[in-house]
């Protein structure tokens, strides 16, 4: 079945380290999204790719980092440089933006983050 | 900018019973989506129902109906007959052109437990 997996499911942070939240695709999808939830909040936006060797930050990208180097593959790297790691990150895609407004975008399952 | 507000941040509901959860949103755009999408205990965002702006009649997908007052930029989803699996947090959703095209914003989430 077609849908996108992050790992790991659980992954936690020591002070000074970068870790790096894997997020994989196998529904063709040409745009994909890092959101960060926090606690009984809505998504915020970290970054977003539309295609292959692009991408653009969104409200909060201060911190994160990202790279799309194949089209499958949108992995989030939170540098030390996020002093406020702790949070619920979701992932999600969406086919051809071109396609129009109304395409919806599929969701992965998660990684929670948590400070050592 | 565009906001979403959903401005009931918790709700309860009997079993069999309906409920109509609030969204409004703001924005200049003439075309646009609107989703809601649910998330369950599990964590993962599950698309519910979507309307287009341009669209007068309402949408509806089995027991989930919405709502859309496009002049008081409304858009409230309504569950009929609702059941303990329903019980999730709920996000309204928008996504408009211009150069928002293809990211979505957030309501802040509206929690809904059903009780037996």
């Known amino acids: 079945d077609g849908g996108i997996t992050q790992s790991p499911k659980y992954l936690f942070r020591k002070e000074g380290q970068n870790v790096t939240l894997s997020c994989e695709q196998n529904?063709?999808?040409?745009?994909m999204y890092w959101y960060r939830q926090d606690p009984g909040q809505g998504l915020r936006l970290i970054y977003y790719?539309?295609?292959?060797?692009?991408?653009q930050k969104g409200d909060i990208a201060e911190g994160y980092s990202v790279s799309r180097e194949k089209k499958e593959s949108f992995p989030l790297t939170v540098t030390s440089a996020q002093k406020n790691p702790t949070a619920f990150y979701l992932c999600?895609?969406?086919?051809?933006?071109?396609?129009?407004?109304?395409?919806?975008?599929?969701f992965g399952d998660g990684t929670r983050l948590s400070i050592l | 900018a565009q906001t979403v507000t959903q401005s009931q941040p918790e709700m309860s509901v009997q079993e069999a019973e309906t409920v109509t959860l609030s969204c409004t949103y703001d924005?200049?755009?003439?075309?646009?989506?609107l989703f809601w999408y649910k998330q369950p205990p599990s964590r993962q965002m599950i698309l519910v129902i979507r309307?287009?702006?341009?669209?007068?009649q309402n949408a509806t997908e089995n027991r989930f109906s919405v709502n859309f007052q496009k002049a008081a930029k409304s858009f409230s989803l309504k569950i009929s007959d609702s059941q303990l699996g329903d019980t999730a947090m709920y996000f309204c959703?928008?996504?408009?052109?211009?150069?928002?095209?293809?990211?979505?914003?957030f309501g802040q989430g509206t929690i809904l437990t059903v009780h037996p």
């Open positions: 999600a895609s969406r086919s051809d933006p071109g396609r129009g407004l109304g395409q919806p975008q599929h």
């Open positions: 529904l063709n999808h040409d745009a």
């Open positions: 790719s539309q295609i292959v060797n692009d991408f």
């Open positions: 924005t200049s755009e003439s075309n646009y989506y």
């Open positions: 309307q287009e702006a341009y669209k007068q």
């Open positions: 959703a928008f996504n408009a052109g211009g150069t928002s095209y293809g990211k979505l914003t």
